[in-house]
Every structure is written in structure tokens, then in C-alpha cells.
Nanobody, 125 residues
Framework: VQLQASGGGLVQPGGSLRLSCAASRLSSGYYAIGWFRQAPGKEREGVSCISTGTRRTYYQDSVKGRFTISRDNAKNTVYLQMNSLKPEDTGVYSC???????????????????WGQGTQVTVSS
């Protein structure tokens, strides 16, 4: 599996960005796709994820109501729409994948094994 993240940039507080995670070479089966971020001087944290089998989604408390994760099956792409961005959302955002069983809980952040490169998101005035 190859994962390609894109869509980062510089945005003012209150602005929006949409990140894309394009996946290639996915074999048949179910996957958990997660978005992670790492702020300077901090550990990487799970932000949001989606289970491809059930389409169940999960959000970290700090982004609930502001971020939306979605998937375009035809394009094998997972999106993270980020609205009402705050300076504390700044960081390198990466996507990751894990092949799973149908009812797997995608928020098991330490279990992800396949990673794409990150894209920088900077929220600043």
C-alpha cells in the first residue's frame, strides 16, 4: 500500500483546508484509514479515522464539530475537511492505513502499520 497525503498549507485562524490521502495498491478487504498530526515538540496524535467496511468514523475531542473525514471509493482517497481552524491545529498531518476485520475500531492509534508522508498545516495570522 502506498499513501500520498496532500492539501496542507498556511491558513488564518477560522479558515479551512481539505487534506487528501490517496491510497494505491490496496488489496481486497477492509481497512482503517487514519489521520494523525504532530505539532512541534509534541508527540504524534490520532485526529480522525474511518473504517472502510462499516464507514464508521471517529474524531478526537478537540476536532469534533470542526473536522469531517470522508472517503471517495472510486478514487481510493480519504479526505479530511478541516473548518474553523485554530493555531493549535498546526502540525504535520499524515495518513496511515491498517488492514482490519469488518468491525474493527479504527481509533486504535498505535496499531497502524502503513504510513504516507506528511503535509504541513500552519494556522497563523
Amino acid at each position: 500500500v502506498q499513501l500520498q497525503a496532500s492539501g496542507g498549507g498556511l491558513v488564518q485562524p477560522g479558515g479551512s483546508l481539505r487534506l487528501s490521502c490517496a491510497a494505491s495498491r490496496l488489496s481486497s478487504g477492509y481497512y482503517a484509514i487514519g489521520w494523525f498530526r504532530q505539532a512541534p515538540g509534541k508527540e504524534r496524535e490520532g485526529v480522525s479515522c474511518i473504517s472502510t467496511g462499516t464507514r464508521r468514523t471517529y474524531y478526537q475531542d478537540s476536532v469534533k464539530g470542526r473536522f469531517t473525514i470522508s472517503r471517495d471509493n472510486a478514487k481510493n482517497t480519504v479526505y479530511l475537511q478541516m473548518n474553523s481552524l485554530k493555531p493549535e491545529d498546526t502540525g504535520v498531518y499524515s495518513c496511515a492505513a491498517l488492514r482490519v476485520a469488518l468491525y474493527y475500531a479504527c481509533e486504535r492509534w498505535n496499531a497502524y502499520t502503513m504510513w504516507g508522508q506528511g503535509t504541513q498545516v500552519t494556522v497563523s495570522s
